[in-house]
């Protein structure tokens, strides 16, 4: 069954369109799936505090309406299918009309926090996976490239979390301030797809690249290292 975590839009998770950022839905989805991995018993005790650690590769999101300001909305998320490597998330977000505003789907695995290699068959309980007729399909690997590099971050302290390198969330708003305020009034993101390669640590710089076209493809890179890659698609 699919947990709900019911969230108000309030002045701190919108932009000056008074749309929610698209950095603070991803938020919202890493909030409910944490809850949600708590109450099925593969929460914190059984990876942070057991010396592993969750790692999301890849996100893929299809927005038909990005929710607004002081607007109630509901965050579902359930898992999918598991394999012995990788756990597969998904996430649905509707008003309280019941409308289906955003329907979004990731791929996440376990490391060991000393070796970095992946965990096989971490826990010991059993994960019921759950699917839905309107879910979205798994993301894929993005093998578009960016050419044209057109700004670096340095990471500060702020932008690192309790893992000790860049949450998956910092290279949302990377992605994100590549453009500015009267782009976003007059481009809506339709489908939005992050594959995540390398994490990012602090005082390390990440150079931004972006190809556009039909769709707009952007990197972020340290050095000669992919770091990330993202497509996305406006309406």
């Given at each position: ?12 998770c ?52 990005m ?9 579902y ?30 791929i ?56 000790g ?7 949302i ?21 992050i ?27 340290v ?13």
């Amino acid at each position: 069954m699919a947990h709900l975590k019911r969230y108000l839009v309030d002045t701190g998770c919108v932009d000056q369109n008074k749309k929610l950022r698209l950095s603070n839905l991803f938020l919202m989805f890493q909030e409910s799936a944490e809850e949600h991995s708590e109450i099925l018993g593969i929460g914190h005790d059984k990876t942070t505090f057991a010396g592993r650690k969750w790692v999301i590769t890849r996100y893929s999101l299809k927005i038909n309406r990005m929710p607004g300001f002081e607007e109630n909305i509901n965050v579902y998320t359930y898992p999918g299918k598991t394999n012995p490597f990788f756990l597969y998330r998904h996430f649905y977000v509707t008003d309280e009309k019941g409308n289906l505003l955003v329907v979004a789907s990731s791929i996440w695995t376990i490391l060991d926090a000393k070796t970095n290699k992946i965990v096989s068959n971490p826990f010991d309980v059993s994960i019921p996976g759950e699917s839905k007729e309107f879910e979205l399909e798994l993301p894929q690997k993005i093998n578009d490239n960016a050419f044209n590099k057109v700004k670096e971050h340095q990471i500060e302290y702020s932008d690192i979390d309790l893992n000790g390198h860049v949450n998956n969330i910092k290279y949302i708003e990377l992605i994100q301030n590549i453009h500015d305020t009267e782009f976003y009034k007059n481009n809506e993101i339709d489908t939005f797809v992050i594959n995540y390669f390398s994490e990012i640590k602090e005082k390390e710089i990440v150079s931004l690249f972006i190809s556009k076209g039909e769709k707009e493809v952007i990197k972020g890179s340290v050095n000669d290292r992919d770091c990330f890659k993202a497509i996305i698609v406006y309406k």
